[in-house]
């Protein structure tokens, strides 16, 4: 009964180590590349939303 407990503890803290791993190792990295095309995609939005002042050029 006590060998059945410790597989089980075993495989509850394997499942956890699993779990924190796959949700928090290179999670920085990612969100802050995420971050700068977030923000590069915007500038560029605000960029083509600008209106442009066009002269007439005589020829």
């Known amino acids: 009964m006590f060998l059945i407990l410790l597989e089980a503890l075993g495989a509850g803290c394997i499942l956890v ?6 949700m928090f190792s290179g999670r920085s990295e990612t969100e802050a590349q995420h ?9 560029d939005s605000a960029k083509d939303a600008t209106p442009t002042i066009h002269t007439e050029r005589e020829h």
């Not at 180590?17 to 796959?22: N, R």
């Open 35 to 43: 971050q700068a095309a977030l923000d590069q995609a915007a500038a």
């Open 17 to 22: 180590l699993i779990v924190w791993w796959t």
